[in-house]
């Protein structure tokens, strides 16, 4: 009985865990609270469809917005797909603009998910480490060993040493800056 108790208590402490962790990303980041939660209602309803489409591959893929640009990261099975996911995308209210960043989709023994976990740990360890940049405002996606870095920033400084942490990381096949430098 005092295990179920402690389930359910962790349980209601759950959501006001998460609660703060958007409250703590919302107050580090570039845009404002509006234009923040817009952003996630953005990638939510992104998701929703995709979830629910048979041609897009969720598991496969990533969705970011930032300022109403929807950046999605992952593996295609051709171009079919890629076009199906730009326009359930655009379906969404507020999407401005979509990019997508494919790579094929292929067994490859010489980097698969662990690989791509262990660098992404590897980036970000780096990132974090760096006291002189905000690296919770920035998102790495790393696919095929390949790494993918999203996000707004202040300044040019800032996105200059984000990308040289992330070129410095072993391993890490190619690097795609999509960071944008806003004030």
Known sequence: MPRIILLIACLCLLPSLTGCSTAYKA???????????????????VRALYINDDLVKLRDISVNSYLGHVYVVGEFEGDKQKMRTVKLARDVDGVR??????????????????????????IKARLVEDKDIWSTQVDVKTVQCNAVVLGLVGSQRDADAIMRHVNAVEGVRTVQNYIRIVK
């Open 97 to 122: 603009k979509v990019t997508i960043i494919p790579f094929p989709k292929r067994d490859d023994p010489t980097c698969g998910t662990t690989d791509d976990l262990a660098l992404y740990a590897k």
């Open 27 to 45: 107050a580090v980041d570039q845009r404002d609270v509006g234009t923040f939660v817009d952003d996630g209602r953005i990638e939510s309803s």
